[in-house]
């Protein structure tokens, strides 16, 4: 259980948010990352792939 309470706040501190988390908040953040972070745009691969997991896991959390 801790340990998925610490996997929450990792993959919300990724998308750069703080409470409280909303779908709407989580896709704004993950659209301004992307943005900044996409391979195609000059970042690296591996932290791009972070950011999408963080993604979909705050997603899932939130229900969405």
Same mark, same amino acid.
């Not at 929450?8 to 989580?26: G, I, N, W």
């Not at 999408?52 to 959390?61: D, E, G, I, N, T």
């Given at each position: 259980?801790?340990?998925?309470?610490?996997?929450?706040?990792?993959?919300?501190?990724?998308?750069?948010?703080?409470?409280?988390?909303?779908?709407? &908040?989580?896709?704004? !953040? +993950? @659209?301004?990352?992307? *943005?900044?972070?996409?391979?195609?745009?000059?970042?690296?691969?591996?932290?791009?792939? &972070?950011?999408?997991? !963080? +993604? @979909?896991?705050?997603? *899932?959390?939130?229900?969405?």
């Amino acid at each position: 259980r801790v340990d998925e309470v610490a996997g929450q706040q990792d993959c919300f501190a990724l998308l750069e948010l703080t409470p409280p988390y909303t779908v709407e &908040a989580v896709k704004r !953040a +993950y @659209r301004r990352l992307a *943005k900044q972070r996409h391979p195609d745009r000059g970042g690296a691969a591996a932290p791009f792939l &972070a950011l999408q997991s !963080a +993604y @979909r896991q705050a997603l *899932k959390l939130l229900g969405a």
